[in-house]
C-alpha cells in the first residue's frame, strides 16, 4: 500500500525506496537550530519555517522533505543575539559537520543524487558547506560523482518588490531581522498560535560596532533579545513572503535539477 506524503520519515522503507532509488526525487533538508526569537515567538523558529518551505517546494517539484536538523551552530551576536541567551542550545561546527557529512553519505546510498538544505538559521552557512565538501570527497572516493547539492536560505529570494511591501518605512538590513518583521509575519500566518505578538517589545533596532568582542558584551543585544522591532509584522506580509520564496525555491531547483524535477509523487506509488 502506497502513502503519498511529503515526508520521508512517515514512509515505509519499501515506499521511500520505490521514489527514491533512481535518484530523480529531490531530497530536502530542512536545517535550523534552536535559538531564542525575543518574548514573542518560540525558541524553534528557525526549524518551523525552513521545514514548512520545504514542505511546499516538495510539494511542488515532486521531492521528498528529509527530518529537519533541530540544532545549529552558535547564534552569533549581530545576527541571532548571542550564544549567552537561555535556551538558545547550539553544536560546536565540528559536530555539526560531522553530522550534516553523515547524513549527506547516508542519502546517496539510498540512491538519491538531487539535494537540496534549505537552512533557516545564517549562523550554519559556512559549515553546511564545510560538510558538503566532506561528503562529495568522500563519495567520489567510493565512485559516486554524479551527485548535485543546492544549498539556499529562503530569505535570499525576498526581490527589492517584496521588500518595498514589507518595509514601507525603510529596510535596515538582513543582519538586524532576527525576530523582526520576516520572521514575525511568516510565523503569523504558519503558527499564529505560537505568536504573542502582544509581548513583542518595541525597541530601536541594534548597532554594532565594526569588530566583535569574545566573550560578547552581552549589553550590546537588546535586552529581549530581537535586533529589530517586529511590531510591523502582520500575516499579510507573511503571505508575501511565502509566495516570493518558495517560487524562488522552486526556480531554483527547476533550474538545477532540470524539467524532470516535476514528477508527481503518484508516480512512485
Known amino acids: 500500500m502506497s502513502f503519498e506524503s511529503e515526508f520521508a520519515a512517515e514512509l515505509a522503507w519499501p515506499e ?22 525575543g518574548h514573542h515567538m518560540p ?19 515532486g521531492g521528498l522533505v528529509a527530518p529537519p536538523f533541530t540544532y545549529g ?21 565540528a559536530s555539526l559537520i560531522s553530522s550534516l557529512k553523515d547524513v549527506i553519505k547516508e542519502f546517496a546510498r539510498h540512491g538519491n543524487r ?3 538544505i534549505v537552512n533557516g538559521h545564517f549562523e550554519n552557512s559556512w559549515f553546511i558547506s564545510e560538510a558538503i565538501d566532506l561528503a562529495l570527497r568522500e563519495l567520489k572516493w567510493g565512485g559516486i560523482t554524479e551527485i548535485k547539492i543546492v544549498v539556499l536560505s529562503y530569505w535570499d529570494f525576498v526581490d527589492q518588490e517584496a521588500i518595498a511591501k514589507l518595509y514601507p518605512n525603510g529596510f535596515l538590513g538582513w543582519d538586524i531581522e532576527h525576530g523582526g518583521v520576516l520572521e514575525t509575519s511568516l510565523m ?7 505568536v504573542s505578538l502582544q509581548d513583542a517589545v518595541e525597541h530601536p533596532p541594534a548597532s554594532f560596532p565594526p569588530y566583535d568582542v569574545y566573550p560578547p558584551h552581552e549589553d550590546w543585544t537588546p535586552s529581549c533579545g530581537t535586533l529589530s522591532s517586529p511590531k510591523e509584522a502582520s500575516a499579510e506580509k507573511g503571505d508575501i513572503l511565502l509566495d516570493v520564496c518558495t517560487r524562488g525555491i522552486v526556480g531554483a ?15 512512485f506509488a
Open 16 to 37: 521511500y525506496y520505490r521514489r527514491v532509488k533512481n535518484g530523480d526525487v529531490p531530497i530536502l533538508i530542512p536545517f535550523g537550530s534552536m535559538e531564542q526569537h
Open 73 to 93: 551552530y552558535k547564534s552569533h551576536q549581530k545576527s541571532g543575539g548571542g550564544n549567552f541567551f537561555p535556551g538558545t542550545t547550539s553544536l560546536d561546527g
Open 43 to 61: 525558541m524553534n523558529v528557525d526549524v518551523l519555517l525552513p521545514t514548512e518551505f520545504a514542505r511546499r517546494v516538495a510539494q511542488e517539484v
Open 114 to 116: 538531487k539535494l537540496c
Open 253 to 267: 531547483l527547476e533550474h538545477e535539477f532540470g524539467a524532470k524535477v516535476r514528477t508527481k509523487l503518484a508516480q
Open 188 to 194: 503569523l500566518r504558519l503558527y499564529p498560535d505560537l
